[in-house]
């Protein structure tokens, strides 16, 4: 490092402002070792206890984005636009949305992750589609973006390592939760995909990373500030995750809702979450004059088949089994498979998401550490959704469970996490706001 290190952390901890060239100098320390994890962790909480300003944010993003390959897409002429989820549960819009968009003219690069907590990943959910690679090389990444329009990347270690460190340390050092360290950790692997413009789906609510609505509202703007300042287009979505997203929790079953959602049949709040995050991604990419021409594109895309036609080349390009869209059963299934039963007549007054994401960990379909292995089987199809009248003994979920003990154990958390009453509650819109 050029700088002195606990000099720059020191000004950041007396709450000075950091230069441009610092803030690089650190993030160099960070991939080269000559940062200490004692003053990466001092930093950290430097950062996370003073903030940051806008053009602190904007230097350290771009700092982490070129600490590895950035990515180029020269023979792909679309626009190149990408959508981002601060995740949630049952939140399986990008295996939808991609082939959607791509469908529509525009070239989505997606760089993905696994699940996290009681957040499903997108990385985890297709894994449980068998022979799906998402390993790629960078140049075979490239390639299946340029055939089908659309291409799904794990994690990889070239892309802002930067990130991967700073991220591990400050998730032992109680550094998660600050606004500008989430920015520049979700837009540095972002931007380092090659993008035009990026979607942002920002959730709020109990399952949530930002359960209130001002934080996540202030993590929107400073996200979009920050990725304008570094010269991509980008629109977000602030969106509900006080209930889970579809009826699907689990990663095989999130993927059978996925395809049959291709066939038409799509829980409504899935639906629509998709196509308005979609209608923006058409508006960036320039293929659509505002978001009611784009979201009109997009129904008759769907509609027609052909965002089933370019799912399948995906498929076929990424090694998956094509037969798993017309015949659902490949995708295997849990050996306990039986429902849960309301234990009164009214109507469900809660679907907490939060406990229910905690249930599909419980059940194997979820990691409590990192290193934990994934049952894709396991998990919940629920039967009912807040406000719906439901009898005694009517079903409110159905549970997909490894052992009967593990059924027995996910039954009794979920009547709990489902309560029944004599209030009609009403969810509120899945699209809270915009920017
Ligand atoms: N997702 C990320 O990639 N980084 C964060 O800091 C939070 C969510």
Request: glycine share 10%; with cysteine.
């Amino acid at each position: 490092m050029k700088h002195h290190p606990a000099r720059l952390i020191a000004k950041k901890r007396d709450g000075g402002e950091l230069a441009a060239d610092e803030i690089a100098d650190l993030v160099s320390g960070v991939v080269d070792g000559t940062l200490g994890d004692a003053q990466l962790g001092a930093f950290l909480m430097a950062v996370c206890c003073n903030g940051m300003t806008a053009a602190e944010t904007a230097a350290l993003t771009l700092g982490m984005r070129d600490s590895g390959v950035v990515l180029r897409h020269d023979r792909i002429s679309k626009p190149k636009i990408d959508k981002h989820s601060t995740g949630g549960v049952g939140d399986k819009v990008s295996l939808l949305l991609a082939p959607l968009v791509a469908a529509a003219g525009v070239a989505v690069p997606m760089v993905s992750g696994r699940g996290l907590g009681h957040t499903g990943g997108t990385i985890d959910k297709l894994a449980a589609l068998p022979g799906y690679r998402t390993d790629l090389s960078i140049t075979e990444f490239g390639d299946v973006l340029e055939q089908c329009g659309y291409a799904m990347l794990s994690p990889s270690a070239e892309l802002a390592p930067a990130d991967r460190r700073m991220y591990a340390t400050r998730d032992i050092s109680g550094t998660v939760e600050s606004i500008p360290l989430i920015t520049s950790s979700i837009l540095s692997k972002k931007l380092a995909e090659g993008i035009d413009g990026l979607v942002m789906d920002v959730k709020c609510g109990r399952a949530a990373f930002m359960q209130r609505e001002d934080d996540a509202r202030a993590l929107m703007e400073t996200i979009c500030a920050t990725g304008r300042s570094a010269g991509v287009k980008i629109a977000a979505l602030l969106t509900d995750m006080d209930h889970p997203l579809g009826l699907a929790l689990g990663n095989a079953l999130e993927v059978v809702e996925i395809l049959e959602a291709l066939d038409g049949n799509c829980p409504e709040d899935l639906r629509e979450v998709t196509l308005e995050l979609g209608a923006e991604m058409l508006v960036l990419g320039g293929v659509a004059v505002d978001p009611r021409a784009a979201r009109a594109t997009l129904e008759r895309l769907w509609q027609d088949g052909v965002v089933r036609q370019v799912f399948r080349h995906n498929l076929e390009l990424q090694g998956g089994d094509v037969r798993v869209l017309d015949d659902h059963t490949l995708l295997g299934r849990a050996p306990v498979i039986e429902a849960v039963s309301a234990p009164r007549a009214g109507f469900v007054e809660d679907v907490d998401p939060l406990a229910l994401g905690q249930v599909v960990v419980d059940l194997g379909g979820g990691r409590r550490q990192p290193s934990d292995a994934i049952d894709p089987h396991v998990g919940i199809v629920l039967q009912k959704q807040l406000g719906d009248p439901v009898a005694a003994g009517e079903p409110l979920a159905i549970v997909h469970a490894a052992t009967t003990a593990a059924w027995e154990a996910a039954r009794v958390r979920l009547v709990a996490a489902m309560p029944v009453g004599e209030e009609r509650r009403k969810r509120r819109p899945v699209v809270l706001d915009r920017a």
